[in-house]
């Protein structure tokens, strides 16, 4: 068939115009060969409803020779040949040594022949087509099908033609659909999304104290839901809790805890805080398990909890570790802080910052872009950008 079908939903979605250009192709090449006496390699290129024909993409640029093919009672059908075919038909027929003759120096005689084949090539497809005196004239009487041929003669020419048919002289027939299969038949099939466990915030002196080992509490966050994230698209679900994941803290740890956050608060940057989010990227999850979760119904999550998750500042990859559950709120545990600024052995900073929003890391020129939501894998994050 052709390169390119061009259908607009409103005329031929859902109807079957297959049987009628298979054989409209056959009849037009047929025609084309007896009148001119040559071989052709005849496709259907391109189908429009267009009322304005210079409006279809492929023909605004190129010149027409028109010829109506008038029809008692009702509208004529149109047939348009471009300046490549009347060159490549045309000229070779009358042996011309003219080369790229343009429409308005045709001759009489020579308007007369693309006359003739015009309505030649009429009476070849009239049998496909609806007679006039049983096409109903209605609305549809007024617009047309356009059909775009694309025409290769056997000396490796190609040229173009168009026609231009009354919608109610084409008998399209509505078509039965089937239904080949169900959304059950994909049920085991994969997929990739992501999943976020949650939000918190620190300091940025908190950030530069990072180390491996270190455990992050998601402040806003909940053992009874995870999100799951494709795209612009953000859907709560519940889960089923995996016990493994659950860290007891002992009464000692608790206050070593809280020894932590105590001296911690001696040394924070004033109130500046950046919001970090957590979430497994590229998760592989089943269609059925995807179901589940549109559902509303709780989900078995055990493979997934066993990936890696990842810390994220807009977008940029900060640490990695393991989910853990603490109380009634997720954690992460760092096995890897990725920024280079953090020190193996942090110390305390002691500056004096004065209190203003952060900037935004600038993005170097010619660098990746992410998508919004998207997490970039390697992408560093850059404490540098905050301490001015």
Not at 49 to 75: C, G, L, P, T
Not at 98 to 124: D, G, S
Not at 177 to 199: C, L, M, P, W
Not at 230 to 250: A, P, Q, Y
């Amino acid at each position: 068939m052709a390169d390119i079908i061009y259908k607009k939903e409103n005329v031929f979605h859902d109807l079957n115009f297959e049987g009628f250009w298979l054989k409209l192709t056959e009849s037009i090449k047929d025609a084309v060969e007896r009148y001119w006496e040559t071989e052709t390699v005849i496709s259907l290129f391109a189908l429009s409803d267009y009322k304005n024909i210079r409006d279809e993409f492929f023909v605004k640029n190129s010149d027409f020779f028109s010829s109506q093919i008038r029809i008692d009672h009702h509208r004529p059908v149109l047939v348009r040949l471009d300046t490549d075919f009347i060159n490549n038909f045309l000229c070779k027929t009358l042996e011309s040594t003219a080369q790229n003759q343009e429409l308005k120096t045709l001759t009489p005689l020579e308007v007369k022949i693309l006359n003739n084949f015009c309505e030649y090539l009429y009476r070849q497809i009239q049998e496909l087509l609806i007679p006039p005196k049983q096409a109903k004239l209605s609305a549809r009487s007024e617009k047309n099908i356009n059909l775009l041929f694309h025409i290769s003669a056997k000396e490796g020419t190609c040229s173009k033609f168009m026609l231009s048919i009354p919608q109610d002289r084409i008998n399209m027939v509505k078509l039965e659909h089937k239904i080949a299969f169900t959304d059950e038949d994909f049920i085991n099939s994969a997929a990739y999304v992501r999943i976020r466990a949650g939000y918190t915030k620190l300091t940025l002196e908190e950030l530069q104290n990072l180390s491996k080992d270190d455990i992050i509490l998601l402040d806003d966050s909940s053992i009874s839901k995870l999100t799951l994230v494709s795209g612009d698209v953000e859907k709560d679900f519940k889960v089923e809790i995996d016990e493994s994941m659950v860290l007891n803290l002992d009464s000692d740890e608790e206050n070593e805890e809280s020894e932590y956050e105590v001296k911690m608060e001696k040394n924070l940057w004033d109130d500046i805080q950046i919001e970090l989010s957590a979430e497994f990227s590229k998760v592989k999850m089943t269609i059925g398990e995807l179901k589940q979760i549109t559902r509303g119904q709780v989900v078995d999550l055990g493979s997934v909890f066993d990936n890696e998750i990842s810390l994220y500042i807009e977008n940029k990859k900060v640490a990695k570790g393991e989910l853990l559950i603490i109380n009634d709120k997720y954690a992460v545990r760092l096995n890897e802080v990725l920024s280079s600024n953090v020190p193996n052995n942090p110390a305390p900073a002691k500056k004096e910052v004065k209190q203003q929003p952060p900037k935004q890391a600038p993005t170097q020129q010619g660098a990746p872009q992410a998508p919004a939501g998207q997490p970039v894998e390697d992408e560093e994050f850059d404490y540098s950008d905050f301490e001015n």
